[in-house]
C-alpha cells in the first residue's frame, strides 16, 4: 500500500467526492478513481458507498480511516526525526490568507520559504470565506480572530495593527467630528460582514481591560478593507481601518484620524491549521518558519 494512496483516501473522505478531491489535488478524476480502487483491492474491502453525486463511507472505511489517521501522523513524526533542519522540502502547501495590509510581510516570508526549498509548490488563496480547512485541504492559514470559528484548530498569534477611525474632511464638514465613542454611534459606518453572515457592527478602542465598545450603525456594508477605505475616500461615511492603510491618504490630507486621544485597539493576525490532521513534513517547516520569524516565543495559543 502507497503512502500517497493512503493520503489520497482521506482527501476524498474529507471532500465527501472524487471530484472535489480530484479538483483539490489537481488529478484527473480517472487517476483518483482508479488509485481508490487499487487502494481497495489491496484491502480487500469496500471503502465507500458510491453514488452518484456523493460518497459515503462504509463501516470498514469508517474504521479504515479513524485508525490511519494514526498511522499518517506516526510516519510524519518518524520523517520529522530522520530528516535535517536543513534538508530540501518537496510537496505542496495551500495556504488561505485573510486580505491585511500585513500581507505584503507574509508574502515575503513565504517567497523565502519557497527560494529555501525550491522543490516545494505553494498555493496562496486570498480569502476573506471562513471554510472547513480540512474539507478544502487548507495546510495553514492567516486569519483575523473573528474569522476562527471551530474549536479544532490551532491558532498561533503572528502579526498585529492597530485600528482606528478615518473619514474625509467634506464629510466632517457635513456632518461634524465625533468627540467621543458615543458619537461616533450617530454617524454613518462602514460596516463589515464576513461570509459566514456575520456583521461587525460593534467597534473598539482600548487593549485589555482598557477596551471600549460601541455600536455603530451605516448604509454601506463590505468585507473589503480597500472598499472601505474607499468609502471613506469618497466622503460618505466613516471607516474603522488599519492605520497603516491610511497613513498616505492622512498625510495627503484626504482622510483625517478621529478620536486619537483614545488608546487604539490592536488586532491581530493568526497563523492557524487543523488540530485534528496531521501536519506534513512541508507544513511543519513552514510553521516553524513563520513562528521563527515574527514571533519571540513560538508559544502555541489553541482556539
Given at each position: 500500500?502507497?503512502?500517497?494512496?493512503?493520503?489520497?483516501?482521506h482527501r476524498?473522505?474529507?471532500?465527501g467526492?472524487?471530484?472535489?478531491?480530484?479538483?483539490?489535488?489537481?488529478?484527473?478524476?480517472?487517476?483518483?478513481?482508479?488509485?481508490?480502487?487499487?487502494?481497495?483491492?489491496?484491502?480487500?474491502?469496500?471503502?465507500?458507498?458510491?453514488?452518484?453525486?456523493?460518497?459515503?463511507?462504509?463501516?470498514?472505511?469508517?474504521?479504515?480511516?479513524?485508525?490511519?489517521?494514526?498511522?499518517?501522523?506516526?510516519?510524519?513524526?518518524?520523517?520529522?526525526e530522520?530528516?535535517?533542519?536543513?534538508?530540501?522540502?518537496?510537496?505542496?502547501?495551500?495556504?488561505?490568507?485573510?486580505?491585511?495590509?500585513?500581507?505584503?510581510?507574509?508574502?515575503?516570508?513565504?517567497?523565502?520559504?519557497?527560494?529555501?526549498?525550491?522543490?516545494?509548490?505553494?498555493?496562496?488563496?486570498?480569502?476573506?470565506?471562513?471554510?472547513?480547512?480540512?474539507?478544502?485541504?487548507?495546510d495553514?492559514?492567516?486569519?483575523?480572530?473573528?474569522?476562527?470559528?471551530?474549536?479544532?484548530?490551532?491558532?498561533?498569534?503572528?502579526?498585529?495593527?492597530?485600528?482606528?477611525?478615518?473619514?474625509?474632511?467634506?464629510?466632517?464638514?457635513?456632518r461634524?467630528?465625533?468627540?467621543?465613542?458615543?458619537?461616533?454611534?450617530?454617524?454613518?459606518?462602514?460596516?463589515?460582514?464576513?461570509?459566514?453572515?456575520?456583521?461587525?457592527?460593534?467597534?473598539?478602542?482600548?487593549t485589555?481591560?482598557?477596551?471600549?465598545?460601541?455600536?455603530?450603525?451605516?448604509?454601506?456594508?463590505?468585507?473589503?478593507?480597500?472598499?472601505?477605505?474607499?468609502?471613506a475616500?469618497?466622503?460618505?461615511?466613516?471607516?474603522?481601518l488599519?492605520?497603516?492603510m491610511?497613513?498616505?491618504?492622512e498625510?495627503?490630507?484626504?482622510?483625517?484620524?478621529?478620536?486619537?486621544?483614545?488608546?487604539?485597539?490592536?488586532?491581530?493576525?493568526?497563523?492557524?491549521?487543523?488540530?485534528?490532521?496531521?501536519?506534513?513534513?512541508?507544513?511543519?517547516?513552514?510553521?516553524?518558519?513563520?513562528?521563527?520569524?515574527?514571533t519571540?516565543?513560538?508559544l502555541p495559543?489553541?482556539?
Amino acid at each position: 500500500m502507497k503512502t500517497e494512496d493512503l493520503a489520497l483516501f482521506h482527501r476524498i473522505v474529507e471532500t465527501g467526492s472524487l471530484v472535489a478531491a480530484a479538483d483539490l489535488l489537481n488529478l484527473p478524476k480517472s487517476t483518483v478513481s482508479r488509485r481508490l480502487q487499487t487502494l481497495e483491492e489491496e484491502l480487500k474491502v469496500k471503502l465507500f458507498h458510491r453514488q452518484s453525486r456523493a460518497m459515503s463511507l462504509t463501516s470498514a472505511g469508517s474504521h479504515f480511516y479513524q485508525r490511519s489517521q494514526g498511522i499518517l501522523a506516526q510516519l510524519d513524526e518518524t520523517l520529522i526525526e530522520m530528516t535535517e533542519d536543513d534538508a530540501e522540502l518537496s510537496g505542496h502547501l495551500r495556504i488561505q490568507m485573510f486580505p491585511l495590509p500585513e500581507n505584503s510581510i507574509l508574502n515575503h516570508l513565504i517567497f523565502r520559504f519557497m527560494s529555501l526549498h525550491p522543490r516545494l509548490t505553494v498555493e496562496v488563496i486570498d480569502s476573506t470565506e471562513v471554510v472547513d480547512m480540512v474539507k478544502h485541504n487548507l495546510d495553514v492559514a492567516f486569519l483575523i480572530e473573528h474569522s476562527i470559528e471551530a474549536q479544532d484548530l490551532v491558532a498561533r498569534p503572528v502579526l498585529t495593527t492597530a485600528l482606528g477611525f478615518f473619514a474625509s474632511p467634506d464629510y466632517l464638514a457635513q456632518r461634524g467630528e465625533p468627540g467621543t465613542l458615543t458619537e461616533m454611534a450617530e454617524h454613518n459606518v462602514a460596516l463589515y460582514r464576513l461570509v459566514n453572515g456575520r456583521v461587525f457592527n460593534e467597534v473598539e478602542v482600548g487593549t485589555g481591560k482598557n477596551t471600549l465598545k460601541v455600536a455603530v450603525q451605516g448604509n454601506f456594508c463590505t468585507n473589503n478593507l480597500i472598499l472601505a477605505r474607499e468609502f471613506a475616500l469618497q466622503g460618505k461615511g466613516i471607516a474603522y481601518l488599519p492605520m497603516e492603510m491610511c497613513r498616505e491618504y492622512e498625510a495627503g490630507g484626504q482622510l483625517r484620524q478621529l478620536l486619537s486621544n483614545y488608546e487604539p485597539h490592536v488586532g491581530e493576525c493568526f497563523l492557524v491549521y487543523p488540530s485534528r490532521r496531521f501536519v506534513s513534513l512541508a507544513c511543519r517547516r513552514f510553521i516553524d518558519f513563520i513562528l521563527q520569524e515574527l514571533t519571540p516565543d513560538g508559544l502555541p495559543t489553541p482556539m
